[in-house]
């Protein structure tokens, strides 16, 4: 009964140890593929940088400020469908929860599935919209205007407004940041708006519209990067994990393997001393 | 790309004019302007000094040149030039975007796609004019009307870019 035993063991570790090995082959090759489409979403970021900061400028040098209203918050939380990237989503997740305690009167755009299910639990009924479909493809400017063409189209009104998305910084780190967000009336009551020659509404909205899925994409770009750089990594430190328990497990595998052997041959000789005793 | 503004302000000052807004000076000193000239997927000038910009735009096609008035615009289907200080002159057409002049004369101009005038075919822009044309006479919803006439827009300015 040992004897079986020893083999049972047997059996159940190499079952174990091809599981693992399968599952270091699989993060092995996700890591490949994440650094392949990090390497893309980087060089595509460069490009889209000076977009993006240009985007920013007017908000900085006109120093529009939040307008003064009870018409609540509203946050863009971007984010993507696809998990096993690291702290990613959850980033974004917990400084939503944070902001919507502090601030009950806030509406939520998210942009990608993963965000959505962290939310949904308490929050759902700050949740205004949910886009998905997102990730699977690098970011194009027109995604950025459908989202944007959208969020316009509901008519949400707010009065203070941000996008919330992760920077990315290195292939090793990224900052969960936010972007501010302007409504139109902010805009028009900014200090420095009368320095701004010969402005109508209609320049407003259309510039505030076009802002918009500006920032969007460029923030879309960047946590794609960071999206991409963070799964690298965690797909690394899976396959290293992964290997330390293949070397843990193939280590007890002949250990076992060596003392059912052992066992065995301790019966033989025991029975073989047990038979010439008799004689 | 949706048109944001249908209707144009008929009472839009026309801003073409330069206004001093602070003491008179004259423009052999004054300060540089400073141009970001970007699209979503393309850096053109990342704050690169050049003597003169023109820009089309739904207030009219004006000229940017350091000291210029702070002002918002919104860029028309059109061709954009560059006076770079050297006394290079390049031209870009772009389909859309706006763009910004700061009081420290730095402009952002953003385009949602800018391409060298020279790389464009003019038979494929007629093409692509004869092509929205016909959709406009075969639209149905005013959204497809809007889309069609953007388009004859778009490529009537992409054949006079060509000329």
Known sequence: SQQVRGTATLKMISIRLKSVKNIQKITQSMKMVSAAKYTKAERELKLARPYGIGAQEFYKKAEVKDEEGEKGQLIIAVSSDRGLCGAVHSSIGRIVKTDIAANPNTKVVIVGDKVRNILQRLYAKNIAMVVTEVGRKPAVFGDAALVAQSIINSGIEFSKGKILFNAFRTVVSFRTTEMPLYSQNAVANASKLPVYDSLDSDVIQSYTEFSLASLLFYSMKENATSEQSSRMTAMDNASKNAGEMIDKLTMTFNRTRQAVITRELIEIISGAAALETKN | ?163
Not at chain 2, 22 to 36: H, K
Not at chain 2, 80 to 109: A, M, P
């Open chain 2, 1 to 163: 790309m949706e048109r944001m503004a249908l209707t144009r302000s008929a009472l839009r000052l026309f801003s073409g004019r330069f206004t001093q807004a602070c003491q008179v000076r004259g423009y052999a000193d004054a300060p540089s302007m400073s141009l970001t000239f970007a699209a979503p997927s393309q850096v053109l000038y990342n704050n690169i000094s050049v003597k003169q910009i023109d820009v089309p735009s739904f207030s009219g096609s004006f000229g940017i040149l350091p000291a210029h008035v702070p002002t918002l615009a919104v860029l028309k289907p059109g061709v954009v030039t560059v006076f770079e200080n050297d006394g290079s002159t390049k031209k870009f057409f772009v389909s859309s975007g706006t763009v910004t002049i700061n009081e420290d004369s730095t402009v952002q101009l953003l385009a949602e796609e800018a391409v060298p005038v020279d790389t464009l075919d003019i038979s494929a822009a007629k093409e692509l004019l004869a092509q929205s044309q016909s959709q406009l006479a075969s639209a149905s919803s005013e959204v497809a009307k809007a889309e069609a006439e953007i388009s004859i827009e778009v490529s009537e300015a992409l054949v006079k870019a060509c000329e």
